[in-house]
């Protein structure tokens, strides 16, 4: 049984097609972009499934081979090609025009829905026959070169995004930008991107080594950039083409470097002088973050090395991925706590954090800030929180749970006050990020459902749509689906009124 007032589109986003003609991908997450949904009308599940019509997929598919490179293939022209259209494509690739294969997540702007990934480009979708509409490059309005898939919703509806601009009027920065939700009434036919507003830029601690990053973190006040010690070498992404190389092979992880943490005043659009730093972590996904008595909390996953985006080379991933993929660091659940007022005077080597927490933050000699986390818990990844209470104090997170191997298991429900959890977890499942839906008369956090679309291992046995209580964390029901179910990324669920009538 669902809950009535279960109504709309669950949306999920990732790699799909990972062989073309004779030709496959190096990486998992390489692969064509597939989108799939789950639409709840009356208590019935409806599931469909479409490859995004990318320029890339168009191409791919018309020379029945990669055509397009992706951050770990590298593609290479037709061999038969003269000399000079050769030497011209050696040179196009310098910049690399990106791929639009969006195959990450899901972004809502407006009334409108788009797949997105970490190039410059996001196609329109409409969400509910899947078809592939406009493509929009975010360079047009913003000069950036990659973009997160992970942009945070304010209340009125803005889209915040982060992207990077490479050696742009010789400097490297950090580009924080706003997207209307929709654009004024005499503008009716333009976009909102056309709107769109840089908030303010961080300049990267190196021209041509910016950190890389696949999210940033929010609260009522303040933006949150972490700037990892996991970089892009751009001299070596420049020539990668040439040398028969990855961009992939271009990221290198540095363990012995800081990790600055920047915090931007969203009002005065400045960002806060004071320094502040932890150890070399290389980390994907914020939890969540709020403001407490002058502090800054935010939770991220974080891990001691950079072996997980490894573990999902192809050549890896084999019938034995599970016994032979074996993390070298084991995902992290931190919890930093930085103090934004504090005494001016107080004396080197001392702890700065008045709340109740082990986390610290030591002021040094020179002024700078290190902070040291609280380990909340180990072994969760794709965490989703209820998405009201972003930028708020929360107590819920819900995640996917992974020992020693990259693929999860499990799902969890953690309580970030009394540390506990409940699991949720099946013979043979691999279930993806779960998605927490409110229910319309909510009164606490976790009032509402969990929904997880759940691969098998057993080719034998049907993948699902699992519902699950999320007070309780019990099954509600299931969806099971008579078709192969790729194993997705990121989504949203999109509540019936969001959707436009098809007459709109």
């Given amino acids: 049984e669902l809950p009535t007032w279960l109504q709309g589109i669950l949306l999920r986003n990732g790699p799909g097609m990972h062989t073309i003609g004779d030709s496959q991908y190096n990486h998992w997450f390489d692969g064509l972009a597939l989108l799939h949904s789950f639409t709840f009308k009356n208590g019935e599940v409806y599931y469909r499934s479409k490859y995004l019509r990318s320029d890339t997929y168009n191409c791919n598919v018309e020379a029945n081979r990669i055509v397009v490179s992706e951050f770990g293939t590298m593609a ?134 910016p950190s890389y990053y696949h999210s940033f973190g929010i609260t009522e006040n303040y933006i949150i950039f ?72 935010f939770d991220i996953i974080a891990y001691a090395d950079n072996s997980l985006y490894d573990m999902f080379y192809l050549k890896n991933m084999n019938k034995d991925f599970e016994e032979n993929t074996k993390l070298t660091s084991i995902p992290t659940c931190k919890r930093f706590v930085v ?39 180990e072994g969760i990844e794709l965490p989703r929180i209820n998405y009201d209470y972003n930028g708020k104090k929360h107590k819920y997170v819900f995640a996917t749970e992974v020992q020693w191997s990259p693929v999860p298991t499990k799902i969890t429900k953690f309580n970030t006050q009394t540390k506990e959890m409940l699991h949720w977890g099946g013979e043979d499942c691999w279930p993806s990020e779960p998605i927490f839906v409110p229910s319309p008369d909510a009164r606490e956090e976790d009032d ?42 990121h989504g949203m669920f999109i509540p019936q009124q969001d959707l436009k009538t098809e007459t709109e």
């Fill in 339 to 377: 103090p934004l007022q504090f005494d001016k005077d107080a004396a080197v080597g001392s702890n700065l954090v008045t709340l109740p927490s082990t986390a610290t933050a030591v002021k040094e000699k020179d002024g700078n800030i290190y902070c040291q986390p609280e380990i909340l818990c």
């Fill in 76 to 209: 290479y022209p037709d061999p038969c090609k003269n000399i000079f259209a050769k030497a011209f494509c050696y040179l196009s690739h310098t910049i690399p025009e990106f791929t639009d294969n969006c195959l990450i997540n899901i972004m809502k702007a407006g009334d409108d829905f788009y797949a997105t990934s970490e190039t410059n480009f996001i196609r329109k979708i409409n969400p509910q026959t899947l078809d592939t509409l406009d493509k929009v490059d975010y360079n047009k309005y913003v000069a950036v070169n990659v973009t997160t898939s992970h942009p945070h919703y304010d209340s009125a509806g803005n889209i915040l995004n982060m992207g990077t601009s490479i050696v742009d009027k010789g400097k490297t920065k950090y580009v924080l930008f706003k997207i209307p939700p929709s654009v004024p009434d005499h503008e009716k036919k333009k976009s909102c991107f056309k709107h769109l507003e840089v908030v303010c830029s961080i300049p990267s601690r190196s021209l041509l080594h």
């Fill in 448 to 489: 509402g459902v969990v929904l997880c679309c759940v691969v098998r291992s057993d080719p034998q046995k049907a993948p699902f749509l699992l519902v699950l209580d999320a007070k309780t964390f019990t099954e509600l029901g299931r969806a099971t689906v008579d078709v192969d179910m790729h194993l997705d990324l």
């Fill in 226 to 297: 972490v700037e990892q010690p996991f970089r892009l070498d751009i001299l070596k992404m420049a020539t990668a083409y040439i040398r028969g190389v990855t961009w992939a092979s271009c990221l290198a992880f540095s363990k012995d470097d800081k990790t600055w943490l920047h915090f931007v005043d969203r009002k005065t659009k400045k960002e806060v002088s004071t320094k502040f730093y932890t150890d070399a972590m290389v980390f994907f996904h914020h939890v969540n973050a709020y403001e407490e008595d002058g502090h800054i909390v």
